[in-house]
């Protein structure tokens, strides 16, 4: 009893705290930790949002990473914060210094990654999805397709996890029991590649189709034709806005909500076929990589293509970048050279790999086997690649991007986490 009530005393002191004596204790903390604070509850969220106080200390901050003539004195905070985040995230991954955590996830090749939320999803070979935390990476939860076709092809939110096995699209709630679409609507042409926004599943077909199914009526809502050739690669945007790329080297752009095409690309350089897409819905660009190394860029609102560029010497598997930030590309493919681009020009600005002496920093034990801490290096202008081990570059299969790390995946049973640092 004696510490139940220690316990809620604690809780009422906390809760006594006025906003004066709280706003002199943030005033001590770092961007990302008012950032963590403002989720801690309702109240300390109204407090960092509205204290004229706390926008003086960002405005303060802000100033000292830009020049004055770039403050707009009339943004919310929580614009400022974006800002003030996706500069500290370039900073990190271009000039900052990083690791290599590594850790085996799964008993066969791994073919594909997501991070979302602190989360990351990894499957592949094995027929199995895993979830882990990007903080200390344990496995949250698991997802098995045994009784299914091959894994193509995931996603996730907050809530369920949709997959595309074989020819049927499967639907998890999570903490919850698999869900399959009935046969008559599931089953389609061989798909590719799959992308999922709520409600709804865009699946990219062997026909040059793309196939809408929604989540809740467990029907196929749309058929769109999409090319002539087959399509191996998707991107969806928050304003429905569904990119998908052909094997011929083609880009078209559907608009969901207006029910019509919006634009047809057609690169000079990308030869071979459109490998991976990747699209930035507040800059509206495009960004598409290549079978021969080349990596392009276009602007949806003036339909013109701004650069186009070879950044690779073999084929780009995958580009990412963080949500919502316009300044890097984060580019990878067989060479296993993890590179990070300008989004608005294609300039690489910094190549790195893990340290050729391929030598342990750390060794930490998990249920699924040892995390292993890896010394990494940038890449000089004049080096070479081809004297890299290619131990130390795997093909880089598949990357997904969150503040200041790169998760990769290379088709083997290893998931590699980049941390980088100010």
């Not at 901050?61 to 974006?82: F, R």
């Not at 979830?131 to 098995?144: D, I, P, R, V």
């Not at 698999?178 to 409600?199: A, H, N, Q, V, W």
């Not at 094997?247 to 690169?267: C, E, F, H, M, W």
Request: charged letters at 20%; a positive charge.
């Amino acid at each position: 009893m004696k510490g139940k009530r220690s316990s809620k005393q604690r809780i009422n002191s906390f809760k006594l705290l006025d906003q004066d004596i709280l706003c002199v204790v943030f005033a001590f903390l770092d961007l990302f930790d008012i950032v963590r604070c403002s989720a801690v509850c309702k109240s300390w969220n109204i407090i960092i949002s509205k204290s004229r106080l706390m926008h003086s200390l960002y405005l303060k901050q802000w100033s000292n990473e830009a020049s004055s003539s770039s403050i707009d004195m009339g943004k919310s905070l929580n614009v400022v914060l974006e800002d003030l985040a996706t500069r500290r995230h370039r900073s990190a991954l271009v000039d900052g210094s990083f690791i290599v955590d590594q850790w085996k996830g799964h008993t066969s090749g791994i073919d594909n990654c997501r991070m979302k939320m602190g989360l990351i999803l990894t499957g592949g070979g094995d027929k199995c999805m895993r979830l882990w935390s990007s903080a200390n990476y344990k496995c949250l939860e698991e997802y098995a397709l045994s009784d299914l076709g091959p894994l193509v092809d995931f996603d996730f939110d907050e809530s369920k996890v949709v997959g595309l096995a074989g020819t049927r699209i499967c639907i998890w709630r999570r903490h919850g029991n698999r869900s399959i679409f009935p046969s008559r609507e599931g089953t389609f042409t061989k798909g590719l590649c799959m992308r999922y926004m709520d409600p709804e599943a865009m699946v990219g077909c062997a026909d040059g189709t793309v196939r809408v199914f929604d989540m809740y009526s467990k029907s196929c809502s749309r058929i769109i034709r999409m090319h002539a050739s087959q399509v191996k690669c998707l991107a969806v945007g928050e304003d429905q806005l569904v990119l998908s790329g052909s094997s011929n080297g083609n880009i078209t752009a559907y608009g969901l909500l207006s029910d019509q095409r919006v634009a047809n690309l057609k690169p000079t350089n990308l030869r071979g076929g459109i490998d991976t897409l990747c699209y930035n819905p507040p800059s509206h660009l495009v960004f598409a990589g290549s079978s021969n190394g080349y990596a392009a860029c276009w602007d949806l609102r003036k339909m013109q293509s701004l650069w186009s560029l070879r950044v690779s010497p073999n084929a780009i598997y995958s580009m990412q970048h963080l949500r919502h930030d316009t300044s890097t590309l984060v580019v990878g493919g067989v060479d296993g050279v993890l590179r990070i681009l300008d989004q608005n020009t294609g300039e690489i600005l910094t190549k790195c790999v893990m340290d050729q002496s391929n030598a342990k920093l750390t060794s930490t034990r998990s249920l699924y086997g040892s995390v292993e801490r890896r010394k990494v290096k940038r890449l000089t202008e004049d080096a070479t690649i081809g004297d890299i081990p290619i131990t130390a570059r795997p093909p880089v299969k598949c990357l997904a991007v969150g503040m200041g790390k790169v998760v990769t995946i290379h088709n083997t049973e290893y998931i590699r986490m980049w941390k980088f640092n100010m």
